[in-house]
T-cell receptor
Protein backbone atom coordinates (compact mmCIF):
# COMPACT_ATOMS: atom_id res chain seq x y z
CA UNK A 1 0.00 0.00 0.00
CA UNK A 2 0.88 3.70 -0.15
CA UNK A 3 3.29 5.08 2.44
CA UNK A 4 1.08 8.12 3.08
CA UNK A 5 -2.68 7.98 2.59
CA UNK A 6 -5.35 10.64 2.51
CA UNK A 7 -9.00 10.72 1.62
CA UNK A 8 -9.62 12.22 -1.81
CA UNK A 9 -12.28 14.80 -1.10
CA UNK A 10 -13.82 16.96 1.62
CA UNK A 11 -16.67 19.44 1.31
CA UNK A 12 -17.59 21.94 4.04
CA UNK A 13 -19.65 25.10 4.40
CA UNK A 14 -18.01 28.46 4.82
CA UNK A 15 -17.47 29.22 8.51
CA UNK A 16 -17.39 25.56 9.56
CA UNK A 17 -14.27 23.73 10.64
CA UNK A 18 -12.50 21.38 8.22
CA UNK A 19 -10.55 18.34 9.33
CA UNK A 20 -8.25 16.67 6.84
CA UNK A 21 -6.79 13.33 7.86
CA UNK A 22 -3.63 11.50 6.90
CA UNK A 23 -2.10 8.16 7.85
CA UNK A 24 1.48 7.14 7.32
CA UNK A 25 3.41 3.92 7.73
CA UNK A 26 6.99 4.88 8.55
CA UNK A 27 7.50 5.04 12.31
CA UNK A 28 10.88 6.68 11.81
CA UNK A 29 9.34 9.80 10.26
CA UNK A 30 10.92 12.86 11.82
CA UNK A 31 8.82 15.71 10.44
CA UNK A 32 5.30 15.71 9.06
CA UNK A 33 4.11 18.50 6.81
CA UNK A 34 0.96 19.97 5.40
CA UNK A 35 1.15 21.65 2.01
CA UNK A 36 -1.58 23.52 0.13
CA UNK A 37 -1.87 23.62 -3.65
CA UNK A 38 -4.19 26.10 -5.33
CA UNK A 39 -5.18 25.65 -8.99
CA UNK A 40 -2.31 26.36 -11.38
CA UNK A 41 0.18 26.84 -8.57
CA UNK A 42 2.93 24.93 -6.84
CA UNK A 43 2.80 23.65 -3.28
CA UNK A 44 2.81 26.07 -0.39
CA UNK A 45 3.99 24.89 3.02
CA UNK A 46 1.27 25.56 5.59
CA UNK A 47 2.71 24.05 8.71
CA UNK A 48 4.76 21.15 10.01
CA UNK A 49 5.14 19.19 13.20
CA UNK A 50 8.07 17.39 14.68
CA UNK A 51 7.40 13.77 15.51
CA UNK A 52 7.86 14.23 19.26
CA UNK A 53 4.99 16.72 19.42
CA UNK A 54 1.29 15.97 19.80
CA UNK A 55 -0.16 19.24 18.67
CA UNK A 56 0.78 22.48 16.99
CA UNK A 57 -1.44 25.51 16.54
CA UNK A 58 -0.84 28.33 14.11
CA UNK A 59 -3.69 30.85 13.85
CA UNK A 60 -6.60 29.01 12.19
CA UNK A 61 -4.60 25.82 11.71
CA UNK A 62 -4.26 23.03 14.27
CA UNK A 63 -2.17 19.96 13.60
CA UNK A 64 -2.71 16.85 15.71
CA UNK A 65 -0.32 13.94 15.66
CA UNK A 66 -1.08 10.49 17.05
CA UNK A 67 2.24 8.77 16.71
CA UNK A 68 0.98 5.45 18.08
CA UNK A 69 -1.65 5.22 15.34
CA UNK A 70 0.53 7.04 12.77
CA UNK A 71 -2.31 9.49 12.19
CA UNK A 72 -1.98 13.16 11.37
CA UNK A 73 -4.77 15.67 11.00
CA UNK A 74 -5.10 19.28 9.93
CA UNK A 75 -7.98 21.30 11.33
CA UNK A 76 -8.87 24.59 9.68
CA UNK A 77 -11.10 26.76 11.85
CA UNK A 78 -13.64 29.16 10.30
CA UNK A 79 -13.02 27.77 6.81
CA UNK A 80 -13.20 30.36 4.04
CA UNK A 81 -13.76 30.00 0.29
CA UNK A 82 -10.11 30.94 -0.19
CA UNK A 83 -9.19 27.74 1.63
CA UNK A 84 -10.51 25.68 -1.30
CA UNK A 85 -7.47 23.82 -2.60
CA UNK A 86 -5.74 20.45 -2.51
CA UNK A 87 -4.00 19.67 0.78
CA UNK A 88 -1.05 17.32 0.84
CA UNK A 89 0.33 15.51 3.83
CA UNK A 90 4.05 14.62 3.62
CA UNK A 91 6.61 12.92 5.81
CA UNK A 92 10.36 13.08 5.88
CA UNK A 93 11.85 9.73 6.60
CA UNK A 94 14.16 9.59 9.60
CA UNK A 95 17.08 8.08 7.73
CA UNK A 96 16.75 10.09 4.55
CA UNK A 97 16.98 13.66 5.69
CA UNK A 98 14.80 15.99 3.76
CA UNK A 99 13.39 13.51 1.23
CA UNK A 100 9.65 13.91 1.37
CA UNK A 101 7.00 11.26 0.70
CA UNK A 102 3.66 12.80 -0.17
CA UNK A 103 0.11 11.55 0.16
CA UNK A 104 -2.23 11.74 -2.79
CA UNK A 105 -3.85 14.96 -1.63
CA UNK A 106 -7.30 15.86 -0.31
CA UNK A 107 -9.37 18.26 -2.37
CA UNK A 108 -11.18 20.67 -0.03
CA UNK A 109 -14.23 22.42 -1.41
CA UNK A 110 -15.73 25.24 0.62
CA UNK A 111 -19.31 26.13 -0.20
CA UNK A 112 -20.62 29.66 0.47
CA UNK B 1 5.77 34.23 -4.62
CA UNK B 2 7.91 31.54 -3.01
CA UNK B 3 11.26 32.65 -4.46
CA UNK B 4 11.31 29.69 -6.85
CA UNK B 5 10.51 30.34 -10.51
CA UNK B 6 9.98 27.86 -13.33
CA UNK B 7 9.90 28.32 -17.08
CA UNK B 8 8.08 27.63 -19.23
CA UNK B 9 4.78 27.36 -17.39
CA UNK B 10 3.26 25.27 -20.17
CA UNK B 11 4.97 23.07 -22.76
CA UNK B 12 3.59 20.88 -25.53
CA UNK B 13 6.06 18.60 -27.28
CA UNK B 14 6.10 15.68 -29.66
CA UNK B 15 7.72 12.39 -28.75
CA UNK B 16 10.77 13.09 -30.92
CA UNK B 17 11.41 16.60 -29.60
CA UNK B 18 14.10 17.71 -27.18
CA UNK B 19 13.19 20.40 -24.68
CA UNK B 20 14.38 21.69 -21.33
CA UNK B 21 12.63 22.84 -18.18
CA UNK B 22 14.28 25.54 -16.10
CA UNK B 23 14.08 26.27 -12.40
CA UNK B 24 15.68 29.16 -10.54
CA UNK B 25 15.66 29.90 -6.82
CA UNK B 26 16.45 33.24 -5.24
CA UNK B 27 16.57 32.00 -1.65
CA UNK B 28 20.23 31.14 -1.22
CA UNK B 29 19.37 27.47 -0.76
CA UNK B 30 21.79 24.64 -1.35
CA UNK B 31 19.40 21.82 -2.28
CA UNK B 32 17.06 21.62 -5.25
CA UNK B 33 14.50 19.01 -6.26
CA UNK B 34 12.47 17.86 -9.26
CA UNK B 35 9.05 16.30 -8.64
CA UNK B 36 6.49 14.85 -11.03
CA UNK B 37 2.80 15.37 -10.29
CA UNK B 38 0.46 13.32 -12.45
CA UNK B 39 -3.26 12.92 -12.18
CA UNK B 40 -3.31 9.38 -10.89
CA UNK B 41 -0.28 9.17 -8.62
CA UNK B 42 0.97 10.96 -5.53
CA UNK B 43 3.70 13.54 -5.98
CA UNK B 44 6.86 11.64 -6.98
CA UNK B 45 10.38 12.77 -6.16
CA UNK B 46 12.60 12.46 -9.24
CA UNK B 47 15.96 14.04 -8.46
CA UNK B 48 17.71 15.82 -5.62
CA UNK B 49 20.76 18.03 -5.97
CA UNK B 50 22.83 19.34 -3.09
CA UNK B 51 25.59 21.83 -3.77
CA UNK B 52 25.33 21.02 -7.46
CA UNK B 53 25.86 17.30 -6.92
CA UNK B 54 23.11 14.76 -7.52
CA UNK B 55 22.33 12.94 -4.29
CA UNK B 56 19.17 11.11 -5.29
CA UNK B 57 17.94 9.61 -8.53
CA UNK B 58 14.65 7.94 -7.82
CA UNK B 59 14.67 5.31 -10.59
CA UNK B 60 13.82 7.86 -13.24
CA UNK B 61 14.08 6.83 -16.92
CA UNK B 62 17.10 8.14 -18.79
CA UNK B 63 14.90 10.19 -21.12
CA UNK B 64 14.86 12.68 -18.21
CA UNK B 65 18.28 14.22 -17.68
CA UNK B 66 18.83 16.76 -14.90
CA UNK B 67 21.53 19.40 -14.79
CA UNK B 68 22.53 21.68 -11.94
CA UNK B 69 25.17 24.18 -13.12
CA UNK B 70 25.10 26.12 -9.84
CA UNK B 71 23.12 26.12 -6.62
CA UNK B 72 20.56 28.60 -7.97
CA UNK B 73 19.64 26.86 -11.21
CA UNK B 74 18.27 23.43 -12.04
CA UNK B 75 17.34 22.10 -15.45
CA UNK B 76 15.45 19.03 -16.62
CA UNK B 77 16.36 18.03 -20.15
CA UNK B 78 13.72 16.01 -21.96
CA UNK B 79 14.12 13.78 -25.00
CA UNK B 80 12.04 11.07 -26.69
CA UNK B 81 9.31 11.34 -24.07
CA UNK B 82 6.17 9.22 -23.98
CA UNK B 83 2.58 10.42 -23.65
CA UNK B 84 2.48 9.01 -20.10
CA UNK B 85 5.18 11.53 -19.18
CA UNK B 86 2.57 14.28 -19.47
CA UNK B 87 2.31 15.81 -16.00
CA UNK B 88 3.05 18.86 -13.87
CA UNK B 89 6.75 19.05 -13.12
CA UNK B 90 7.51 20.88 -9.91
CA UNK B 91 10.82 22.25 -8.74
CA UNK B 92 11.58 22.90 -5.08
CA UNK B 93 14.49 24.10 -3.00
CA UNK B 94 15.49 23.88 0.65
CA UNK B 95 18.31 25.09 2.86
CA UNK B 96 20.11 21.82 2.38
CA UNK B 97 19.32 18.19 1.73
CA UNK B 98 18.96 17.34 5.42
CA UNK B 99 16.72 20.01 6.78
CA UNK B 100 14.56 22.91 6.04
CA UNK B 101 11.16 23.22 4.53
CA UNK B 102 10.92 22.89 0.80
CA UNK B 103 9.74 25.88 -1.24
CA UNK B 104 8.01 24.99 -4.48
CA UNK B 105 7.83 26.72 -7.82
CA UNK B 106 4.55 27.00 -9.75
CA UNK B 107 5.40 24.06 -11.99
CA UNK B 108 5.60 23.40 -15.72
CA UNK B 109 2.55 21.73 -17.25
CA UNK B 110 3.97 19.31 -19.83
CA UNK B 111 1.90 17.64 -22.53
CA UNK B 112 3.53 14.99 -24.73
CA UNK B 113 1.67 14.30 -27.96
Amino acid sequence: GEDVEQSLFLSVREGDSSVINCTYTDSSSTYLYWYKQEPGAGLQLLTYIFSNMDMKQDQRLTVLLNKKDKHLSLRIADTQTGDSAIYFCAESKGNAGNMLTFGGGTRLMVKP
Amino acid sequence: ETGVTQTPRHLVMGMTNKKSLKCEQHLGHNAMYWYKQSAKKPLELMFVYSLEERVENNSVPSRFSPECPNSSHLFLHLHTLQPEDSALYLCASSQDEFRGEQFFGPGTRLTVL
